[in-house]
């Protein structure tokens, strides 16, 4: 087709699928359609393009050339009390550690559009560990995959079809707010402890369902859970997450079984790797006083944002007001 220009094997990083089989149809510079990709994975290209006619820059919301408005946003850097770099994660690794070292000259509060998620997993590590196994682990040995707060049907469909097979063998709902609870009661079942039934009916949990659930995992040669952001998201999170994780070792006792949590868009992994690279931390970072501090909640995005402490924001391939509503 005239004015097409198509270009193969690209991996797609809309979610964790590592989907490396799209063609991606390219006219006067916008992306028109992503064959092999999903629709999630369509969509996030699609995406990626600028809107035609957009302004390479604005200055007070005017258009101006690009050259003036790096100079007015290094002057505005350069002036800021308590300054905060967000984003990262749609951008490159090579990028991401311009932008660390950026923060550190300038003093800066550093964190990652991938907070929420990645960094309620980085703390349940720093809590507990974690045993983990590699995505071509899982395609040759799992014999049993659980997927667990999320809805891989919608989400991440082409876990399906690379992971595990369409359909489920056994569905255990959830009650709002007791991941953790159901959790310890898998631990306790797997350790071979009592569990009351009244205990487990006050928290909403199906203890006939919990039980088969868990000889299912014992009886697995290969058992692997998903994680998705029903379980790691909100202030518990990382909790559900160090739970999730024991759980996985406790089950090492009787055979091979882990946890893996299923990622976001872009460059996240990317994202937390540079800045533990280059600061030992990988989110919630601030360097106002020349060293790396370590402070979830103290210095991530939304907290520092939300008490008014940061007087200049740097957004970094992210979209402050979507991604961070209500701070």
Not at 113 to 134: D, I, K, S, W, Y
Not at 233 to 261: E, I, S
Not at 277 to 302: K, Q
Request: net charge neutral; charged share 15%.
């Amino acid at each position: 087709m005239a004015g097409i220009t198509e270009v193969h094997h690209v991996p797609c990083v809309a979610c964790g699928c590592t989907t490396d089989d799209v063609t991606l149809r390219v006219a006067a510079g916008r992306i028109v359609a992503a064959e092999g990709a999903c629709a999630r994975g369509e969509a996030y290209f699609k995406a990626q393009s600028a809107a035609p006619g957009h302004p390479a820059a604005l200055i007070a919301g005017h258009e101006a050339p690009l050259d003036s408005a790096v100079a007015e946003a290094a002057r505005l850097l350069a002036a800021a009390r308590y300054p905060l770099v967000y984003g990262f994660t749609q951008t490159t690794a090579e990028a991401q550690r311009v932008a660390v070292r950026l923060a550190d000259l300038i003093g800066a509060n550093i964190d990652t559009t991938a907070g929420p998620a990645h960094g309620a997993e980085a703390l349940a590590l720093q809590a507990v560990g974690r045993v983990t196994c590699t995505l071509g682990e899982v395609k040759n040995r799992a014999d049993l995959v659980i997927y667990w707060g999320c809805n891989p049907a919608v989400e991440y469909p082409h876990h399906f079809s690379r992971y595990s097979r369409a359909g489920a063998d056994l569905v255990l709902p959830v009650p709002a707010g007791q991941h953790f609870a159901l959790l310890q009661v898998l631990r306790a079942l797997a350790q071979g402890r009592r569990v009351h039934q009244p205990a487990a009916a006050a928290a909403g949990i199906d203890l006939d369902a919990a039980r088969t659930l868990v000889a299912r995992m014992k009886g697995a040669r290969f058992g692997i859970v998903f994680f998705g952001a029903g379980l790691s998201a909100g202030p518990g999170g990382w909790a559900n997450v160090a739970a999730l994780h024991a759980l996985a070792a406790d089950l090492h006792q009787f055979t091979r079984f882990y946890a893996l949590g299923l990622g976001g868009e872009g460059n996240a992994v990317g994202a937390e790797g540079v800045l533990s690279s280059e600061t030992a931390f990988p989110f919630a970072v601030n360097l106002s006083r020349g060293y790396p501090r370590y402070g979830p909640g103290e210095f991530t995005a939304r907290e520092l944002l939300s008490r008014g402490e940061a007087d200049l924001l740097l957004a970094v391939t992210a979209d402050p007001v979507a991604e961070l509503v209500g701070a």
